[in-house]
């Protein structure tokens, strides 16, 4: 079968491979549609992800598909179901897991970073982390449930009533995921900061976003109840924190390099009581992901910018192809 292999750091090539065989417990996927994100990007250039990948390995963390088979102790699916799958599987023996909090597990694996993923014809997976995809939802809408679900979280860690004013600094993926999620999850006044205008009138037109800033041109102003930081840069980080009005919830949601800081008045924090709360993976949030993407409550097909062919998936992750905000391959 057609895989698209990580040999190495920045190193990826086109391999016939066995088509695997699924394990008791496991579903078989016959990949529709696979999902390009950050983590791919860290992952092609030698850095972690939600944990550490090994070459020779498959990525491909975020897909959908087709089950063309199951194994013998798998229950709830059949082969021509329409699934997508959560990459991340918990030991369920750990401190963290033991303790409700099963993102931090000690022994994470995941689909597509310890364990070849959706970047090829085939994949399996523990049965216990594939979910059934309603008609509503399309093939390829199904394949960004995964960063929808990490969207999810970010937003159940949070303390959110309809009254507060939220800021959304990032204009990528991810922010315009959470502009759309704070919308489902009742707050009355989402605003969003980014540097790309047709993205920012894009949300204000259609995902009901009441101001725009573009910060290569605007100040973000004060006075914000909550606050999500979707980059990962220092500057933004910061600007995340100074945004915010006293009894403020911060966000810390995108991904910076493994060595970075960023500085803040930790005055501020003492005498506006911040809470400044990070956000990792996405523990039990997939059911909650599909019924939004479902409802129709969070639109993802308008933000994918690209659909691509395996072998066009290093040229992205080496930023070779313009505009993307979101990519998703077509596995054929």
């Not at 924190?241 to 949601?253: D, H, I, N, S, Y």
Request: glycine share 10%; aromatic share 6%.
């Amino acid at each position: 079968m057609k895989s698209l292999v990580l040999t190495g750091t920045k190193k990826m090539e086109i391999q016939d491979l066995e088509k695997p065989t699924p394990k008791a417990d496991e579903v078989l996927v016959n990949t529709k549609y696979a999902g390009i994100c950050g983590t791919d990007h860290a992952l092609y250039n030698g850095l972690p992800g939600s944990a550490n990948a090994v070459p020779p390995i498959v990525l491909g963390h975020e897909n959908s598909g087709i089950v063309a088979g199951v194994g013998s102790d798998v229950k709830g699916f059949k082969v021509g179901d329409r699934v997508t799958v959560d990459p991340n599987i918990y030991c369920g023996k750990c401190f963290y897991c033991r303790t409700g909090r099963p993102e931090l597990c000690d022994n994470l694996s995941a689909v597509g970073v310890t364990r070849n993923g959706g970047l090829e014809e085939y994949f399996t997976a523990p049965s216990e982390v594939v979910y059934h995809l309603p008609d509503e939802v399309s093939l390829k809408a199904g394949a960004t449930t995964e960063p929808l679900s990490c969207a999810v979280h970010g937003v159940q860690l949070l303390k959110l009533t309809p009254y507060q004013k939220a800021l959304v600094i990032g204009d990528g993926f991810m922010g315009q995921l959470f502009v759309q999620l704070l919308g489902a999850y009742g707050v009355h006044q989402v605003d969003l900061a980014g540097i790309i205008d047709e993205k920012l009138q894009l949300n204000k037109d259609k995902f009901g976003v009441t101001n725009i800033y573009n910060t290569t041109r605007d100040k973000i102003p004060s006075g914000y109840d909550v606050v999500i930081e979707a980059v990962g840069l220092p500057q933004t980080q910061e600007e995340a924190v100074e945004a915010t009005r006293k009894g403020a919830q911060v966000l810390m949601f995108g991904v910076g390099k493994p060595d970075q800081h960023f500085q803040m008045n930790t005055y501020e924090v003492y005498q506006k009581q911040l809470t400044i709360q990070g956000s990792f993976i996405n523990p039990r949030a997939f059911e909650d992901s599909i019924a939004l993407l479902a409802s129709g409550k969070v639109n993802v097909e308008p933000l994918i910018s690209h659909e691509l062919d395996l072998e066009q998936v290093a040229d992205v992750l080496e930023d070779k192809v313009a505009g993307v905000s979101k990519a998703v391959v077509k596995i054929e």
